[in-house]
């Protein structure tokens, strides 16, 4: 992986790079993102810029033994430490070395664009409790013990840090504190407060920031070769996240379905406010819309809720005739106004309290199904005609 391919800001690059020509290298790093980010992308480019035989000034080689190692996720200092759990395939005491092809597949596949939602799907555990283990520690503080295999840095990544289970963490941290010479540890996390303080002090901290919607958008054109409106409205819905718009452009009937979704919940919701007579069979289109919402992970959960502060934050410029400020699509337009009356000025606050409250407990691994029936449920109290 090049850091040309990688999808952050340039800055951010520069700084890496920055520390390896300057050999300022911290031996533990902490990659920290939000969701839909290239981070882990960004790790592997570090390293493989970091033991590059032919480095230039801005980039390794790509041509070298070594970077055609990297290219291939195959160099023997390289080592992956990621969640993993009992599955059909390993009956008893998993660790990352049992699922190392069946993960660096994963990541090819997804062109290095990975969620623990989606390698949770892969992995199809027999539950979704998978963590970086006792055993994996064990692995890691072994092959510290030994010499690199080619004379250079000994590499750790170790992905969703925030899994690495408790009890297990404590044996990691004199190997932290006081590594072997040219050993590097990069801890990838988007849940800091779910990792240990005492392996968070031991590690210098990267912030990788959310991408830009410009960003995205340029990207998706450039991956996809879609037309430019239509990676524009992607990039809105997606916020930030890079793996949704991905999941968006590859599955285009998504998009469609997604404003379908908004506007059955919407009408369902003011039909119930308004005891209008087809509430009922309205209601049963949105139990089935959450399950199938609910189906697709937290992070899926999130977005399609982020879209729909989206709808009303352009409701509200609608209402304030600030057309050039409404960033949807003409057919989301369209829907939009038909909901004016009912999302105003006076209750948008209110609403948008509501969502970003669901947001909170979802993050927070809220039951989704209570979590999307009490929004629900809260947005028609809202819009009610009492609450105009």
Same mark, same amino acid.
């Given at each position: 992986?090049l850091?040309?391919?990688?999808?952050?800001?340039q800055e951010?690059?520069?700084?890496l790079i920055?520390l390896?020509?300057?050999?300022?290298?911290?031996?533990?790093?902490?990659? #920290?993102?939000?969701?839909?980010?290239?981070?882990?992308? #960004?790790?592997?480019? *570090?390293?493989?810029?970091?033991?590059? !035989?032919?480095r230039?000034?801005?980039?390794?080689?790509g041509?070298?033994?070594s970077?055609q190692?990297f290219?291939?996720?195959s160099?023997?200092?390289?080592?992956?430490i990621?969640p993993?759990?009992?599955t059909?395939?390993?009956?008893?005491?998993p660790?990352?070395? %049992?699922?190392a092809?069946?993960f660096?597949?994963?990541?090819?596949?997804?062109? *290095?664009?990975?969620?623990?939602?989606?390698? %949770?799907? !892969? %992995?199809?555990?027999?539950?979704?409790?998978?963590?970086?283990?006792?055993?994996?520690?064990s692995?890691?503080?072994?092959?510290?013990?030994?010499?690199?295999?080619?004379?250079? *840095?000994k590499?750790?990544?170790?992905?969703?840090?925030?899994?690495?289970?408790?009890?297990?963490?404590p044996?990691?941290?004199?190997?932290? !504190?006081?590594p072997?010479?040219?050993?590097?540890?990069?801890l990838?996390?988007?849940?800091?407060d779910k990792?240990?303080t005492?392996? %968070?002090?031991?590690?210098?901290?990267?912030?990788?920031p959310? #991408?830009?919607?410009?960003?995205?958008?340029?990207?998706l054109?450039q991956?996809?070769?879609?037309?430019?409106q239509?990676?524009?409205?992607?990039?809105?819905?997606?916020?930030?996240?890079y793996?949704i718009a991905?999941?968006?452009t590859?599955e285009?009937?998504?998009?469609?379905?997604?404003?379908?979704?908004?506007?059955?919940?919407?009408s369902?919701?003011i039909?119930?406010?308004?005891?209008k007579s087809?509430?009922?069979?309205?209601?049963?289109?949105?139990?089935?819309?959450?399950?199938?919402i609910?189906?697709k992970g937290?992070?899926?959960?999130?977005?399609?809720i982020?879209?729909m502060?989206?709808?009303i934050r352009n409701?509200?410029m609608?209402?304030?005739?600030?057309?050039?400020?409404?960033?949807a699509s003409?057919s989301e337009?369209k829907v939009? *106004?038909t909901?004016?009356?009912y999302?105003t000025?006076?209750?948008?606050?209110?609403?948008?309290h509501?969502?970003n409250s669901a947001?909170?407990h979802?993050?927070?691994?809220?039951?989704?199904?209570?979590?999307?029936?009490?929004?629900?449920?809260?947005?028609s109290q809202?819009?009610?005609?009492?609450?105009?």
């Amino acid at each position: 992986m090049l850091f040309k391919d990688v999808i952050v800001e340039q800055e951010l690059k520069d700084q890496l790079i920055s520390l390896v020509k300057e050999t300022r290298i911290s031996h533990a790093q902490l990659f #920290l993102s939000p969701p839909g980010t290239h981070a882990f992308a #960004l790790a592997i480019a *570090y390293a493989q810029f970091l033991c590059c !035989e032919n480095r230039s000034e801005s980039d390794s080689c790509g041509t070298c033994p070594s970077c055609q190692k990297f290219e291939k996720l195959s160099h023997p200092d390289l080592h992956l430490i990621f969640p993993n759990c009992i599955t059909k395939k390993v009956k008893k005491d998993p660790d990352s070395n %049992l699922f190392a092809q069946d993960f660096k597949n994963f990541v090819f596949k997804n062109n *290095y664009h990975i969620d623990i939602d989606d390698w %949770l799907t !892969e %992995l199809e555990g027999e539950n979704k409790q998978a963590s970086i283990n006792m055993r994996d520690c064990s692995n890691i503080i072994n092959q510290n013990s030994v010499r690199s295999y080619e004379g250079g *840095y000994k590499i750790y990544i170790l992905w969703c840090a925030d899994r690495l289970y408790h009890s297990a963490a404590p044996k990691l941290l004199k190997t932290l !504190e006081e590594p072997e010479n040219n050993t590097l540890f990069i801890l990838l996390t988007e849940n800091p407060d779910k990792i240990l303080t005492t392996i %968070l002090s031991r590690t210098q901290l990267v912030k990788i920031p959310r #991408l830009q919607t410009a960003t995205i958008e340029k990207q998706l054109i450039q991956e996809f070769n879609i037309p430019q409106q239509k990676a524009e409205d992607i990039a809105y819905i997606a916020e930030g996240n890079y793996t949704i718009a991905r999941r968006l452009t590859l599955e285009s009937s998504q998009l469609r379905e997604i404003l379908k979704n908004f506007e059955i919940i919407f009408s369902s919701a003011i039909s119930l406010s308004t005891r209008k007579s087809h509430e009922q069979i309205r209601f049963n289109d949105v139990k089935e819309i959450f399950s199938e919402i609910i189906a697709k992970g937290r992070e899926e959960q999130k977005s399609f809720i982020k879209y729909m502060t989206r709808c009303i934050r352009n409701i509200l410029m609608i209402h304030m005739g600030n057309d050039q400020m409404v960033m949807a699509s003409s057919s989301e337009k369209k829907v939009l *106004y038909t909901f004016k009356d009912y999302v105003t000025l006076k209750n948008s606050s209110a609403l948008l309290h509501e969502c970003n409250s669901a947001i909170f407990h979802i993050e927070r691994n809220g039951n989704s199904a209570l979590v999307f029936t009490d929004l629900y449920l809260k947005l028609s109290q809202i819009m009610a005609p009492q609450n105009p």
